[in-house]
């Protein structure tokens, strides 16, 4: 029987699960509800573990190990820890949780950012690179950092949280309970809230002038700015200078060979990257200047957070 | 005869020499010009091997290697790369060119601020922590990052430049091109400029008022302030808020454990890191509040700059 890692993802609405060879090749998955049982962490576990099972089964493999990605995921005790997103509150002890199902495998658990720069780091653009970072930007901002072949945990498993650094002590209100975070601004709803911003300020016309706030998604921005929208282009390109100037300062700091940009937002393609690279590059301290390469991940979107997590255990057993 | 490594610490203006043991004690130092030859770099190095070799000598102790704090230090090639505070332009292959007087033993390299870090590891503060930053605040400010043990130096081995992060991008003018970096804020000078802009805002009595710009010195605000002089003490509150919330965004990104200050502005004690640590806890993201202590570097000031160089070739022995 072929040896096959679990790879979780865990995300506010659903927790996915696939079957992940050392290759990084994705043999079968399944999905469940996260809040299918509320605030009842024991009946979720019993239902994750069941599908689990199922999949191992079904696909007759050898399952060696668990790696799951998790909101506010901490490595060094296996916690997730006040995710804002999920119904658990305070420290669920999850890896410890699930281990009871599986007594005999390894169980890793880190946040999902960090897990997408581990699996850039074996299956996808990150492979020969010792010193990088994954900036995810999806409903929030995630970075995971590579730094001399390792992912960077820091003293608490819970480094790499680039959204949170602040583009603006002043700016608009952070989930977090701060103001300015770069989340604020380059998630999928910070790119909403640009759009709406750059509505308040300009007289161009616009089709984003005739959806309502509540219904506006950075895809479909993407999509007017496509199809010549003034406004929707402007957004976009407020975006990457925003992110550009900031991952500036995190090249300062890391000095990575390459940045590669993860989650939905990136499916917007050029007309992000290439704001993004140029602002970057006229940020950057001379000695960093055209060092630097920004692409997109290289991870299938559909499976990354899948892999990243699965990435957890094989980055152990190779 | 001791094992001996000669620490040199390369600044704008001396070149200082240490013997330093395995257990980071300086056993004799000496001092030259940087400047002496002007832009003849085989006369400096002439003169720099002939002061190590008489140390030596007259300490009777044996020779285990060199190690190197230079501006602008890169840890890969050996080289001082387009230091602005240097005689010598463009790439000089300093170990390169030192290995020729010295064929027979390890010579390394690196940024004074990374060899400050270093330092901290093998003989300061650090010794038994595997995540923290050190931050020299002197004529600029430096920084140094130890990630999972060890130094962290990019892929260029020029990581560690938090100095020129931003702070306000629209801000002060620094001397690397661009503007509104935390160097121009914390640094020395840059606390110097803080009292000039805070003179241009109250209508406080100051003996800052009487003292030229171009004489003022942050020592001299910092004994001001010492003396109950309000704009010095609001000086020192603004350049430790400015550095609070900069050490907060490192935080996010490296969640060390200990963040260490070294440099000369340092010695303004508590009147710098009571401000520095309250700014950076309330600015924290909530899941590192808490978790990070401030502390004044370990390292004896006078010879902190030559115990981080020594530490380049003592971190290799241990």
């Not at 072949?149 to 977090?176: K, S």
């Not at 975070?181 to 300020?201: D, K, M, N, P």
């Given at each position: 029987?072929?040896?096959?890692?679990?790879?979780?993802?865990?995300?506010?609405?659903?927790?996915?699960?696939?079957?992940?060879?050392?290759?990084?090749?994705?043999?079968?998955?399944?999905?469940?509800?996260?809040?299918?049982?509320?605030?009842?962490?024991?009946?979720?576990?019993?239902?994750?573990?069941?599908?689990?099972?199922?999949?191992?089964?079904?696909?007759?493999?050898?399952?060696?190990?668990?790696?799951?990605?998790?909101?506010?995921?901490?490595?060094?005790?296996?916690?997730?820890?006040?995710?804002?997103?999920?119904?658990?509150?305070?420290?669920?002890?999850?890896?410890?949780?699930?281990?009871?199902?599986?007594?005999?495998?390894?169980?890793?658990?880190?946040?999902?950012?960090?897990?997408?720069?581990?699996?850039?780091?074996?299956?996808?653009?990150?492979?020969?690179?010792?010193?990088?970072?994954?900036?995810?930007?999806?409903?929030?901002?995630?970075?995971?950092?590579?730094?001399?072949?390792?992912?960077?945990?820091?003293?608490?498993?819970?480094?790499?949280?680039?959204?949170?650094?602040?583009?603006?002590?002043?700016?608009?209100?952070?989930?977090?309970?701060?103001?300015?975070?770069?989340?604020?601004?380059?998630?999928?709803?910070?790119?909403?809230?640009?759009?709406?911003?750059?509505?308040?300020?300009?007289?161009?016309?616009?089709?984003?002038?005739?959806?309502?706030?509540?219904?506006?998604?950075?895809?479909?921005?993407?999509?007017?700015?496509?199809?010549?929208?003034?406004?929707?282009?402007?957004?976009?390109?407020?975006?990457?200078?925003?992110?550009?100037?900031?991952?500036?300062?995190?090249?300062a700091i890391t000095s990575p060979k390459a940045i590669f940009i993860a989650g939905g937002v990136v499916n917007a393609g050029e007309l992000l990257l290439k704001p993004v690279r140029?602002?970057?590059?006229?940020?950057?301290?001379?000695?960093?200047?055209?060092?630097?390469?920004?692409?997109?991940?290289?991870?299938?979107?559909?499976?990354?957070?899948?892999?990243?997590?699965?990435?957890?255990?094989?980055?152990?057993?190779?």
């Amino acid at each position: 029987m072929k040896d096959i890692v679990a790879g979780i993802d865990i995300g506010g609405t659903n927790s996915e699960v696939g079957l992940v060879d050392n290759e990084g090749n994705v043999l079968d998955r399944a999905s469940m509800k996260t809040r299918a049982h509320g605030k009842d962490f024991s009946a979720y576990l019993e239902d994750l573990s069941r599908l689990i099972n199922d999949l191992v089964k079904t696909n007759a493999v050898s399952l060696v190990g668990i790696g799951i990605g998790a909101p506010n995921g901490n490595i060094n005790n296996g916690s997730i820890e006040h995710a804002p997103n999920l119904d658990w509150k305070g420290i669920v002890p999850f890896c410890e949780k699930l281990q009871v199902h599986f007594p005999e495998i390894p169980i890793r658990l880190t946040n999902d950012a960090n897990a997408a720069a581990l699996g850039e780091k074996l299956f996808g653009n990150g492979k020969m690179i010792d010193n990088f970072l994954t900036i995810t930007l999806g409903t929030g901002v995630g970075s995971g950092f590579i730094v001399n072949g390792q992912l960077m945990y820091g003293h608490d498993g819970m480094a790499g949280e680039a959204g949170h650094t602040v583009v603006d002590p002043n700016g608009r209100v952070c989930g977090c309970g701060r103001r300015g975070c770069l989340e604020t601004y380059v998630s999928a709803s910070g790119i909403v809230r640009t759009a709406a911003e750059q509505l308040s300020i300009h007289h161009f016309q616009s089709k984003l002038a005739d959806i309502p706030f509540s219904e506006l998604e950075s895809k479909t921005i993407a999509d007017l700015a496509a199809k010549g929208d003034v406004v929707a282009q402007k957004v976009f390109e407020i975006t990457g200078r925003t992110l550009g100037m900031k991952l500036a300062d995190f090249v300062a700091i890391t000095s990575p060979k390459a940045i590669f940009i993860a989650g939905g937002v990136v499916n917007a393609g050029e007309l992000l990257l290439k704001p993004v690279r140029e602002h970057m590059e006229a940020n950057l301290l001379s000695i960093y200047k055209g060092k630097v390469r920004i692409e997109k991940s290289g991870l299938p979107g559909i499976d990354s957070a899948i892999l990243g997590a699965a990435a957890l255990i094989w980055s152990q057993n190779k």
